[in-house]
């Protein structure tokens, strides 16, 4: 017959820690309250019924025989359990709550947990002093072992994976946009570049929605190549684009760009995010692609909105589009920080991103509902009090390109030019079919006296009666 372990009693310091970590439940429910009754938001029953609940738990905690019973439950609990399990199901419960898996409970229960193991650690001290010791340098080199290959992984690893399971992550309002907050190096055999994405889920610097006085604001909605992922931070032609106008009057070029995105979601990045910052001119870039993925809900990097046609309006459909891109696993700010979880990530959520997309729409369709986009586009910007200009960078592309043109005239869309630049091999000017930092910086001084122009011209009307006049 086996006897069972010793348990020595808890000490004072050590029960009083237990005491707290059972009342860390009722201590989250009443601060959850708190917090929303203070914000002057919706209270609601269920944050009131746990708070009630936390009052009645505490209470029963706290009376002689409630202290005693966690007393005698901790004992057993630390006898044989210890602080590194309670600490590692503190970290797991924090985790999920982080991903949303569970809700507050989790986050109570991870409190509790994480008080638990503090209690478990230091009755360990007082009971065990040279075994506690030798758990905690092992866990230290445990953790010091995991943390240098959370670098490794982000130094070694990450970087060659593709922009797609780097940066991409899904919104319900676009399909996707870039990961909030990261700040990452893309490397392949052509390009290293290091990208930045702010907390927006853009590549273009932080900046409030107000705008500062006397400053002129250009926002720009396009594809990847008005991300720019093929140069680092400073040499995208919107950053070089900026440096350029600001020798002549305060300037600030915000990027919507985002890559895969067609003309609809441009659209819907000016309507939800663009006209916030109050811009006196937007510029659409557009791509040769853009047509056919206007009227389709798919693209390879995940589920779209689209515009459906019915004579000459566009109707959204398609939304809040539906995750099927992130696992759920993971918190935001936990991807942010370790290189580990995104890579868990990036591998978790491949299964469910369907890449064989098939391009089946009707030309005549697809541009059709392509001038409408523009139309309402501009429509749109023009009630804001700005102009909105255009280029198109196909510039191999004959058919598309002259189309993108001719869509721009018919609605009195400024066109830019950048057609001029390629005074080398044109080749010479690209990375995987965007430009390089060559590319960038000429199609930014390019673009510099015609953007000039525009802003210093005023008013979106005598913008349009000086378009006219030069036709």
Known sequence: MTASPVRPALSTRTR?????????????????????????????????????????????????????????????????????????????????????????????????????????????????????????????????????????VRVLVLPSKSHNNLFIVHDPKLGWKLRPGASLTHQNELFTARETINSLGFRTAERPF????????????????????????????????????????????????????????????????????????VILQTCANDPEFNVLDHYWRGKKPVFERHGELLFLTGTPV??????????????????????????????????????????????????????????????DGAVLAGFDVSTKNVDEHRRFREIFARQSVPSLDVDAIYVDEWKSYFHEGHWNEKGQRAAALALAPQVRALLSRGSASAIEATVREAR
């Open 16 to 152: 009083a820690c237990a005491v707290l970590a059972c009342l860390a439940p009722a201590a989250f429910a009443a601060t959850r309250l708190a917090s929303a009754w203070r914000a002057g938001g919706d209270v609601g029953a269920p944050r009131v019924l746990a708070a009630a609940a936390g009052v009645v738990w505490a209470v029963c905690v706290l009376l002689p025989r409630g202290r005693a019973l966690v007393g005698e439950l901790a004992s057993a609990l630390f006898a044989y359990v210890g602080f590194v399990v309670l600490g590692l199901a503190a970290v797991a419960a924090f985790v999920l709550a982080g991903a949303d898996v569970g809700g507050p409970p989790i986050a109570a229960l991870g409190f509790a947990l994480a008080l638990g193991s503090l209690a478990a650690y230091v009755h360990g001290l007082e009971t065990a002093l040279g075994a506690t010791l030798r758990r905690t340098v092992i866990v230290g080199l445990n953790l010091l072992a995991l943390v240098a290959l959370d670098i490794g």
């Open 322 to 383: 539906p995750d099927v891109r992130s696992s759920g696993i993971f918190s935001r700010e936990l991807m942010q920080l370790s290189g580990l979880a995104l890579l868990a990530e990036t591998i978790a959520r491949q299964a469910a991103i369907r890449r064989d997309v098939e391009v089946a729409a009707d030309p005549g369709e697809a541009w059709r509902v392509t001038e409408l986009l523009v139309r309402d586009l501009a429509a749109l910007v023009r009630a």
């Open 210 to 281: 107000d705008k500062p006085a006397g400053t002129k604001r250009v926002v720009v909605v396009g594809d990847s190549h008005s991300e720019a992922y093929t140069v680092d931070d400073g040499e995208t032609w919107l950053v070089v684009l900026e440096r350029e106008l600001s020798r002549n009057f305060p300037v600030e070029v915000i990027s919507l760009g985002v890559g895969g995105f067609s003309n609809d979601q441009e659209l819907l990045a000016y309507l939800h995010y663009g006209r916030r910052f109050a811009p006196d001119l």
